[in-house]
């Protein structure tokens, strides 16, 4: 039986299974970048179908991942890190390698169902088995390390996808990214499994964990308003006459990468409501300028404000989610923040492209500041109420 990784007595970080799952998630999140490169292009050109196919193909996968992050979170802390991990990467690997077989968009959205239930297990899993492996007085630290994984693997999989693409086809695209999701699934076989032990009083085998909920709704708020602005980024930048329309979203990405590069320890200084809460701030204020600014110029300096915002809003929130949770209780915590990354990046677009289709994108972006505003000043509302105090929460008065 292979030995359990256990965070450094110490408080080393950068421990061999710390980077084997930041590894991992490099790994499985270069896969699905390839996708969302290269499936809109499959399913309007070899399936045959149109924009519409193309977009309730790429989104099928969101439904199945929402329903199962629960139950992932659940099984999560019951059977273990583990198997969760393997599971959900090999089951994204047998769907991909299924995709070049899929002559119908309605073959294509089942078999991105089944990527779904794989992204819940091992997406909640990932993060359990972090919080397992960190030491407690440098979580935030750890979270922002680890992320650069998802960035950089949403970054690097489109040129990859496209370099796959245009030099020998969707199946070898298909098989590539099937290949990472494989390799995903070996680096965490090797890590072991990372759950110490379950207490029997932990509250272990839970759906949701109730404890995180007033703070994800602060976090909602933030993925809301951010997932706004990813829609409308590139549209945006055609608006204002930005010459190259992908420039805004790549300024988000390098900031957002920078950030948790050189400011990696500030989650762990400073109290994670507060600093939540004034991450949201700055979101806003990024949002606001964007919509008064409508200008390239204007547009440049929210994308930067709105990145800098993010940098420190996930950690922090993360941070808070899991800082009661004891071992038993971290896949369903895991899985609850999970869940509210699906709503936030689900619930802003709809609810703000509604705003634009009325009134056009700088009214959307104008209520994406409002949205993140209201979060702000619900996160700073729990600030005195008598929660841990490495939320930032004041301790009960006589």
């Given at each position: 039986m292979?030995?359990?990784?256990?965070?450094?007595?110490h408080g080393r970080l950068l421990t061999p299974a710390f980077v084997a799952l930041s590894v991992g998630d490099l790994a499985y999140f270069t896969a699905n970048g390839v996708v969302f490169f290269a499936l809109p292009?499959?399913?309007?050109?070899?399936?045959?179908?149109?924009?519409?196919?193309?977009?309730?193909?790429?989104?099928?996968?969101?439904?199945?991942?929402?329903?199962?992050?629960?139950?992932?979170?659940?099984?999560?802390?019951?059977?273990?890190?583990?198997?969760?991990?393997?599971?959900?990467?090999?089951?994204?690997?047998?769907?991909?390698?299924?995709?070049?077989?899929?002559?119908?968009?309605?073959?294509?959205?089942?078999l991105r169902l089944l990527q779904g239930v794989a992204e819940a297990a091992f997406f909640v899993a990932s993060f359990a088995a972090l919080l397992d492996l960190a030491p407690p007085a440098r979580v935030g630290e750890a979270l922002s390390y680890n992320?650069?994984?998802?960035?950089?693997?949403l970054a690097l999989g489109p040129p990859l996808g496209e370099l796959l693409l245009q030099r020998w086809g969707y199946p070898t695209a298909w098989y590539g990214a099937a290949g990472l999701a494989?390799?995903?699934?070996?680096?965490?076989?090797?890590?072991?499994?990372?759950?110490?032990?379950?207490?029997?009083?932990?509250?272990?085998?839970?759906?949701?964990?109730?404890?995180?909920?007033?703070?994800?709704?602060?976090?909602?708020?933030?993925?809301?308003?951010?997932?706004?602005?990813?829609?409308?980024?590139?549209?945006?930048?055609?608006?204002v006459g930005l010459?190259?329309?992908?420039?805004?979203?790549?300024?988000?990405?390098?900031?957002?990468v920078a950030c948790r590069?050189?400011?990696?320890?500030?989650?762990?200084?400073?109290?994670?409501?507060?600093?939540?809460?004034?991450?949201?701030?700055?979101?806003?204020?990024?949002?606001?300028?964007?919509?008064?600014?409508?200008?390239p110029g204007g547009l440049l300096v929210g994308v930067f404000c709105v990145a800098v915002g993010v940098s420190f809003?996930?950690?922090?929130?993360?941070?808070?989610?899991?800082?009661?949770?004891?071992?038993?209780?971290?896949g369903a915590a895991?899985?609850?923040?999970?869940?509210?990354?699906?709503?936030?990046?689900g619930f802003g677009p709809i609810a703000l492209g509604l705003i634009a289709d009325s009134y056009g994108i700088p009214w959307a972006f104008g209520a994406g500041a409002g949205i993140a505003v209201a979060g702000a000043v619900w996160t700073i509302s729990l600030y005195r109420r008598p929660l841990p105090p490495r939320l930032g929460g004041s301790t009960p008065r006589a």
């Amino acid at each position: 039986m292979a030995r359990e990784p256990a965070p450094s007595r110490h408080g080393r970080l950068l421990t061999p299974a710390f980077v084997a799952l930041s590894v991992g998630d490099l790994a499985y999140f270069t896969a699905n970048g390839v996708v969302f490169f290269a499936l809109p292009l499959y399913v309007v050109g070899p399936v045959g179908s149109d924009a519409a196919g193309a977009g309730v193909a790429f989104g099928a996968f969101g439904v199945t991942a929402l329903v199962c992050r629960p139950f992932a979170g659940r099984l999560t802390d019951t059977v273990g890190r583990r198997p969760l991990l393997v599971g959900g990467a090999l089951l994204c690997a047998i769907g991909l390698a299924l995709l070049p077989h899929a002559q119908t968009v309605a073959v294509v959205v089942a078999l991105r169902l089944l990527q779904g239930v794989a992204e819940a297990a091992f997406f909640v899993a990932s993060f359990a088995a972090l919080l397992d492996l960190a030491p407690p007085a440098r979580v935030g630290e750890a979270l922002s390390y680890n992320s650069l994984g998802l960035y950089l693997g949403l970054a690097l999989g489109p040129p990859l996808g496209e370099l796959l693409l245009q030099r020998w086809g969707y199946p070898t695209a298909w098989y590539g990214a099937a290949g990472l999701a494989v390799v995903a699934a070996l680096v965490a076989v090797g890590i072991g499994e990372t759950r110490s032990g379950i207490d029997p009083a932990g509250g272990h085998g839970k759906l949701i964990y109730r404890p995180a909920v007033p703070v994800a709704v602060g976090f909602l708020a933030s993925l809301a308003a951010v997932g706004g602005f990813l829609a409308f980024a590139s549209l945006h930048s055609v608006a204002v006459g930005l010459a190259d329309a992908s420039l805004a979203l790549l300024v988000y990405g390098v900031v957002v990468v920078a950030c948790r590069l050189l400011f990696a320890k500030v989650p762990d200084r400073l109290p994670s409501l507060p600093l939540g809460a004034a991450a949201l701030l700055v979101t806003a204020a990024g949002l606001a300028l964007m919509a008064i600014g409508r200008t390239p110029g204007g547009l440049l300096v929210g994308v930067f404000c709105v990145a800098v915002g993010v940098s420190f809003s996930t950690p922090a929130f993360f941070s808070a989610i899991f800082a009661s949770a004891k071992p038993g209780e971290r896949g369903a915590a895991s899985g609850t923040a999970s869940a509210v990354v699906d709503l936030g990046l689900g619930f802003g677009p709809i609810a703000l492209g509604l705003i634009a289709d009325s009134y056009g994108i700088p009214w959307a972006f104008g209520a994406g500041a409002g949205i993140a505003v209201a979060g702000a000043v619900w996160t700073i509302s729990l600030y005195r109420r008598p929660l841990p105090p490495r939320l930032g929460g004041s301790t009960p008065r006589a």
